[in-house]
């Protein structure tokens, strides 16, 4: 089955800078990648997704970006704010459908003052 | 438009009990999925019910199960419960059937065997 590998488990950065998670998968039928974010505490919600026909999206401060051939895709955040601070988890769904995701181990974010 | 709502927010079972976890959809949502998040293994997918059929199932045993009511709401089982079931329970809805996109979660049901 699909297998989500996410690095680095912990980043920290300076307010205003950027910040980058990288997610590897295995199955190249997976064709759906989202990213969420969850605060401490609350539920994850959804910040932005790709699916396999695109190489990257773009929503303001996030983007996203999709590698087909390595199998992998990353999340970049730029002129990061405290707001940013929290875990965020990349998935990856195929065939079986959207709400069959396969999580990576998330990504603690701290965003330094 | 209401969230998605779990109930209960916290509960506390001992080993052997069983559980049952109860989750509203978003009005309009027939897709509902579970998932276990635990500090461990993160979160992992438990089961998706679409039109009260379930549609997919992870590798949970089966002491784990699940349905989905006509109205959508959605109910899961623990039985024979395990010290290694402690886990934040999250539901999430969907609008439409496959490959949708974004899922809805519940802020989750908290359970704790003791």
């Known amino acids: 089955g699909e297998n989500v590998e996410q690095h680095p488990s912990t980043l920290s950065v300076q307010e205003g800078d950027s910040a980058v998670i990288k997610c590897t998968y295995s199955?190249?039928?997976?064709?759906?990648f989202p990213w969420y974010k969850q605060e401490l505490g609350k539920r994850p919600q959804l910040i932005i997704d790709i699916r396999s026909n695109v190489g990257e999206k773009k929503d303001q401060r996030i983007a996203v970006t999709l590698n087909k051939t390595a199998k992998h895709f990353s999340l970049h955040i730029t002129e990061t704010q405290p707001e940013d601070s929290a875990v965020y988890f990349c998935a990856a769904s195929g065939v079986q459908g959207a709400q069959k995701l396969v999580f990576g181990q998330g990504t603690r974010l701290t965003i330094n003052p | 438009k209401a969230g998605v709502t779990q109930t209960p927010r916290y509960l506390i079972k001992t080993r052997g009990q069983q559980v049952t976890l109860s989750c509203s959809p978003i009005?309009?949502?027939?897709?509902v999925s579970w998932y276990q998040q635990t500090p461990g293994q993160g979160l992992q997918f438990l089961f998706e019910?679409?039109?009260?059929?379930?549609?997919n199932k992870g590798n949970f045993p089966g002491r784990f199960s699940g349905r989905q009511f006509s109205n959508s709401r959605s109910e899961m089982n623990v039985s024979t419960l395990e010290l290694g079931d402690s886990a934040l329970y999250l539901c999430?809805?969907?609008?439409?059937?496959?490959?949708?996109?974004?899922?809805?979660f519940g802020e989750g049901s908290r359970l704790t065997v003791l």
């Open positions: 999430a809805s969907s609008q439409q059937g496959a490959n949708t996109g974004e899922l809805f």
């Open positions: 019910y679409f039109s009260e059929t379930q549609r």
């Open positions: 199955d190249s039928a997976s064709n759906y």
């Open positions: 009005s309009g949502h027939r897709s």
